[in-house]
């Protein structure tokens, strides 16, 4: 496989205007871009460009590191949506937004806040004679960090996505995380997505693929209603696609359903309302669906939260990490099966015969199993990538049959084709939204979806409001407490947050949510003894163990006390080896150790889960090696500053306000970098303030704990 990286001009619909009112409602701390046009322009864009035998895939960098198209080589057809165009359009959350490819999305909402700017990325060429190109970025929304590696393999006929996702922070934060592809609308699709019924964003059910005398897995019998989203839900099956009968080709999608049960399929509309988006979206390549993966069963909106399809929350220091594959379907005519080997897929002919079509995926050598009427049969089977085997059984309609390629390389049951799940899908009625425990879950469905909310509400105030109301009903309801904690904690309100946890400990003083608070409260306050004590008697119960093991570990490395910080951050990683900031503690503490063998063992550990890791490249640079990575040429994103600030409060809140200081010192400059050098650097602090006072104030829009801080001690002196 090979691995090029070139500038593609391209005509182009460029958005501008950067708005400098901050967006309180939905964009903050981002700003949104109001600017867009009708008269294209040619512009280069920076184009990584993944190739072998069979697939060809472009990813382009400065669009969000979307992949901005994928072909299978022998017929080029598009198996990813291929847009000749660039072509931005007012549909993100911060507005410019394009059509076709692969948009990765995380934090808050679908086509997210870094979807139409540059984001840093990284290549690399692999011993295996593999590529991969991967992709990352710091969600501003969240603070988190998110990674996509796209790998291509010499000898497959698919590309793999490996997704990396960490909540750095130690409070819980909105949890989003949806794969969005796209793919051509015409040539007589149909959408092959197991399942029997499907919810909307607000959680409103229908049954799939036939509803109301239709079969609404064909595109063409959509023709009626307005935009659809179908998330099909209730099989246990880890494939979807979809396939052009009338181009004799497909497209095909391969996740783990733990980690991305949800499956949409995305429709603008057959009528006038959304064929309008085909002029608007691109100039000449035609209507397009998209069809998605992720991490919740729907898009849950605000209505959902009355459905059993509820909003999911990121856990402090926890991490998520998915895999997917994708792949073209070329003569299969369908898919009743896939694996990284291969596609199945089993066409009826008549009432006594099927055709099975196999197309390998991988290199393929091994026997094929059909087993019916009690008995076996194989038939030995060698095929290169994309090459099809068929044969005609005679198996009647009512007879069940097995297929199995070689050691379970492929396994299909025609009794469990579709793996359909028995999940509720209604609301249980003798929920009472009115009592303490309706109040709380209403806040804490608010709390949870953050953007969706409307005429100026904010997601902290809304769901305090209804927290006070769920303790007005019952003043000693415990969950409710230590969420209205919680957020006191967040609006720096530390004693006052202490106040309701301390009630919950009252209650039980193992509660392990209060705990936690009791620590982080703690330590605000430079408490360390009770601060300790919290995370301890947190870290009894498997929710907050590696949470409060982290914390305990950040604590002893301010103290110097580096054996005990390794210890704990051990602990940490015991419960989750991909918790990413007790690795960064654990290979401070080793550095700071003198353990250069293991400090360089943990950088490499967490180099594999964040190829586009500053932390890597920095202590690489701390320790002397001879072949680190520059900040600069690492960080290449829209918003760099943000970066390297996001980089020296870390370093800050490990005790070590040295290497802050040197991190802040080498970053770009606007008026937080120097706010911040200015309240760090104490011998340099009326210069950097100088430096803060002069420096613009366009889009700079503070949004940290540690900014306001800053500005605290720092005002007084102005």
């Known amino acids: 496989a090979t691995i090029t990286e070139k500038k593609v001009a391209m005509k182009t619909y460029m958005f501008s205007d950067p708005n400098p009112i901050p967006d309180m409602e939905k964009n903050y701390p981002y700003f949104k871009f109001d600017g867009f046009t009708n008269q294209p322009t040619q512009r280069e864009w920076n184009m990584v460009i993944l190739e072998n035998d069979y697939i060809k895939v472009y990813i382009n960098t400065e669009v969000g590191g979307k992949i901005w198209g994928a072909i299978e080589k022998s017929t080029g057809g598009e198996f990813l949506y291929f847009n000749d165009v660039v072509k931005f359009r007012d549909v993100a959350l911060r507005g410019p937004w394009t059509s076709g490819g692969l948009e990765f999305n995380f934090g808050i909402m679908g086509h997210t806040s870094t979807g139409s700017t540059p984001q840093d990325y990284v290549l690399k060429e692999h011993s295996d004679g593999s590529v991969s190109c991967t992709i990352g970025a710091l969600d501003l929304h969240t603070n988190t960090k998110w990674n996509v590696e796209i790998i291509l393999q010499k000898d497959k006929a698919y590309f793999e996505t490996k997704s990396s996702w960490y909540n750095t922070a130690n409070l819980p934060v909105p949890f989003y995380h949806y794969s969005n592809a796209a793919a051509k609308a015409d040539g007589n699709l149909e959408f092959i997505f197991p399942g029997d019924h499907y919810v909307g964003h607000a959680g409103e059910p229908g049954t799939w693929p036939n509803e109301n005398g239709k079969n609404i897995s064909f595109y063409e019998n959509n023709n009626f209603g307005t935009y659809k989203s179908y998330h099909v839900i209730n099989s246990y099956a880890d494939y979807m696609g979809g396939y052009w009968h009338e181009d004799n080709f497909g497209f095909g999608n391969l996740h783990e359903y733990d980690k991305m049960p949800g499956k949409k399929l995305w429709i603008w509309g057959l009528s006038d309302e959304g064929m309008i988006w085909e002029d ?51 003569g299969t005519k369908g898919m009743v099966a896939a694996t990284e080997h291969a596609v199945l897929n089993v066409v009826r002919k008549n009432e006594d015969s099927v055709q099975i079509i196999l197309s390998a995926l991988s290199p393929i050598n091994a026997e094929l199993f059909i ?44 009794e469990e084709a579709n793996l359909i799940v028995d999940r509720p899908i209604l609301p249980n009625n003798e929920f009472e939204w009115e009592s303490a425990i309706g109040y709380y879950t209403r806040g804490y469905e608010i709390q949870k979806q953050h953007a969706y909310l409307k005429n100026g509400a904010t997601a902290l105030k809304t769901s305090q409001e209804l927290y006070l109301k769920s303790l007005a009903l019952n003043p000693a309801y415990a969950p409710a407490l230590n969420k209205v904690a919680f957020n006191h904690y967040r609006m720096m309100q530390y004693e006052t947050a202490l106040e309701h946890a301390e009630k919950v400990l009252s209650i039980d003083t193992y509660d392990p949510e209060a705990n936690y608070l009791f620590g982080l409260i703690n330590a605000k306050l430079g408490k360390h003894p009770n601060a300790k004590s919290g995370f301890s008697i947190a870290s009894q119960s498997t929710s907050y163990r590696t949470a409060a093991y982290t914390e305990l570990a950040k604590l002893f490395l301010n103290e110097k ?51 586009t890791s500053a932390f890597v490249a920095y202590e690489n640079k701390l320790s002397g090696a001879s072949d680190f990575t520059p900040l600069k040429s690492l960080i290449t994103n829209e918003l760099p500053e943000e970066s390297y600030i996001d980089l020296a409060l870390r370093y800050k809140s490990y005790g070590l306000e040295k290497e802050s200081i040197d991190i802040l010192k080498n970053s770009p400059k606007n008026a937080k970098v120097f706010l911040l050098l200015a309240h760090l650097d104490s011998h340099n602090s009326p210069q950097w303030l100088n430096k803060a006072i002069e420096a613009s104030p366009f889009l700079i829009f503070p949004y940290r704990t540690e900014m306001y801080e800053a500005l605290e001690e720092l005002m007084p002196l102005n």
């Open 280 to 330: 608007l979206l691109t100039d000449t390549n035609g209507q397009y669906i998209e069809y998605q993966t992720g991490s919740s069963f729907n898009q849950a909106m605000v209505k959902s939260s009355l459905t059993p399809f509820k909003h999911q929350i990121f856990h402090p220091y926890d991490s998520n990490i998915s895999s997917e594959l994708f792949f073209p379907l070329k």
């Open 371 to 414: 087993k019916y009427m009690g008995r076996e049969e194989s038939h030995p089977v060698q095929l290169k990538p994309l090459e099809l085997y068929s044969l005609d059984v005679g198996i009647s309609v009512d007879e069940p049959f097995t297929i199995r390629l070689g050691n379970h390389l492929l396994f299909y049951d025609s």
């Open 561 to 611: 006390k580096f054996e005990k910080a390794l210890m704990n951050s051990q602990k940490a990683l015991a419960y989750n080896e991909s918790n990413m900031v007790a690795l960064e503690i654990q290979a401070v503490a080793q550095r700071l150790l003198n353990a250069p063998e293991s400090h360089k063992e943990t950088l490499s550990n967490i180099y594999a889960l964040d190829k």
